[in-house]
């Protein structure tokens, strides 16, 4: 068993959306306060930088609120699921459809999230 694996198997449901939170608030304070150089580094328009920052700043919180509930309803957990898997094919989506203006730095940020969110979404669904 790996260390990744054997980290991930002791790891409840509140703490992968806790996890999930810290990882989308520090991506969310990163690209809203960022939005004015990451534009150029990532080939982002700074609008859609700081959208998606404050988005994922809301969302960090609506999962910390979640994670702390004594009991976590089971459609709430789908709804994260789905809406990680959602934001994966978005971005997956971004890439193709903004491949022109992206900087190589941008498509290796972008997937890379994308990554990470895909692994957030089956932790949560392995353990709804």
């Known amino acids: 068993m790996t260390t990744t694996t054997a980290l991930a198997t002791r790891l409840d449901l509140r703490a992968v959306l806790r996890l999930d939170a810290v990882a989308s608030g520090a991506?969310?304070?990163?690209?809203?306060?960022?939005?004015?150089?990451?534009?150029?580094?990532?080939?982002?328009?700074?609008?859609?930088?700081?959208g998606v920052g404050v988005f994922l700043v809301v969302y960090a919180a609506g999962l910390v609120a979640l994670a702390g509930r004594t009991v976590i309803p089971r459609p709430a957990t789908w709804?994260?699921?789905?809406?990680?898997?959602?934001?994966?094919?978005?971005?997956?989506?971004l890439v193709v459809g903004a491949?022109?203006?992206?900087?190589?730095?941008?498509?290796?940020?972008?997937?890379?999230?994308?990554?990470?969110?895909?692994?957030?979404?089956?932790?949560q669904y392995a353990r709804r």
């Not at 491949?99 to 932790?123: E, S």
């Open 79 to 93: 709804v994260v699921v789905l809406g990680n898997s959602a934001w994966v094919l978005a971005s997956l989506g």
């Open 27 to 50: 991506l969310g304070l990163a690209a809203a306060a960022g939005a004015g150089v990451l534009d150029t580094l990532l080939g982002l328009p700074a609008g859609l930088l700081l």
């Open 99 to 123: 491949w022109d203006r992206l900087t190589m730095l941008g498509v290796v940020i972008v997937l890379a999230q994308a990554a990470a969110v895909a692994v957030f979404a089956d932790l």
